[in-house]
C-alpha cells in the first residue's frame, strides 16, 4: 500500500473501508457504523477544531456529526460519492447548521500546522510555539473564508485535492491554487512575524 508523505495513510484506506462495509446493500449494520466511526472520528474532530475555536462546541459538533452519519448511512450511494467526501459534506454541513443556530460566533479556521502539535500540552511544553499558533490562527482568520475552507479540509480532514474539489465545487486545480497561494501568503506573514 502506497502512504501518502502528508498524512501518513495509506492512499486506499477509504476504498477498502468502503469495499469491506458493502455499502451498497440496503442495510447497514451497527457494527458497520462502529467501523466507520473508528477510521473517521479524529479527522473529523480535527476538522470541525480547525472551523469551531471552542473545543466543547467541537465535540458536540463531532458528535452530532456522527448521528447524522448514522441516521443517513442507509441512504448513502456508492456510485454517487466516495464515502470520505459523503461524510465530510455532511461534517461542513453541521458547522455551518451550528454558525446558523449561533450567529454570534464567527467561523474561526485553525491551521495548526503538523509541528504546532508534536504534543497534546503544548502550551505548556512550549510558550515560544503557543505564541507563533495564536499569530498564526489570527493570520488564519485574516483569509477569506474559501481560503480557510479549503485549508481546513487540507490540514484538519487530510483530504486530496481531488476530494476537496469535489466538495467545495472548485476544480482541482482551482484547489491546488488556493492552497499555495494561502500557505504563501500565510509563509510570508509568518516570516514577518520572526523578523
Sequence with gaps: MKVNELTGRGDDLIEEISESLNLSKS????K???????????????FVSYRVSNNEDSKDITSEIFQ??????NGFDPNKSKLEVWIFAIA???IVDYYRRNSKH?????????????????VEDNLEKAEEYDYLRGEIKKLNSKEQLVLSYKFGAELSNTDIAELTGLSSSNVAVILHRSIQKLRERMEAYYE
Design 27 to 30: 442495510y447497514v449494520t451497527q
Design 32 to 46: 458497520d457504523f462502529e467501523f466507520i466511526y473508528d477510521k473517521f472520528f479524529n479527522r473529523v474532530f480535527k
Design 68 to 73: 447524522k452519519i448514522y441516521r443517513s448511512l
Design 92 to 94: 461542513r454541513n453541521t
Design 106 to 122: 464567527k467561523i474561526i479556521s485553525m491551521d495548526k500546522f503538523k509541528d504546532f502539535f508534536a504534543s497534546e500540552n503544548y
